[in-house]
């Protein structure tokens, strides 16, 4: 069974960095794609980042662009998340995800979910 354990959320205020982390179990091959979607109350969840196995580089929504940085370390089947330079509006659950599919073009082309972490961020 596959389960995706996400670490790294917290609390910070405008302008930090924190760093999010995801690694996959229950499979012995990797997944073609991982990434980020975040989802706030009352709203659907949005894509943050996602990237491609072999190196290929990231995508990113356009309201991270710049200021996240999505990077995998496929041997250990992990993906992890810089972010810098918070914003409030940068406050959601962050959820992990995994796909054998690209490109995802919402959450409902998703089939492998982590749980979720939280992001706060505020003065």
């Known amino acids: 069974q596959v389960q995706l354990a996400e670490s790294g959320g917290g609390s910070v205020e405008p302008g930090d960095s924190l760093n999010l982390s995801c690694t996959a179990s229950g499979r012995t091959f990797n997944f073609l794609y991982m990434g980020w979607f975040r989802q706030t109350p009352g709203n659907e969840r949005e894509f943050v980042a996602g990237q491609l196995e072999r190196g290929y580089s990231g995508d990113y929504s356009d309201s991270v662009k710049g200021r996240f940085t999505i990077s995998r370390d496929e041997p250990a089947k992990a993906a992890f998340l810089q972010m810098h330079n918070l914003k409030a509006e940068d406050t959601a659950v962050y959820y992990c995800?995994?796909?054998?599919?690209?490109?995802?073009?919402?959450?409902?082309?998703?089939?492998?979910w982590g749980k979720g972490t939280l992001v706060a961020v505020s003065l």
């Open positions: 995800f995994a796909a054998d599919v690209y490109p995802i073009t919402s959450d409902r082309s998703v089939p492998y």
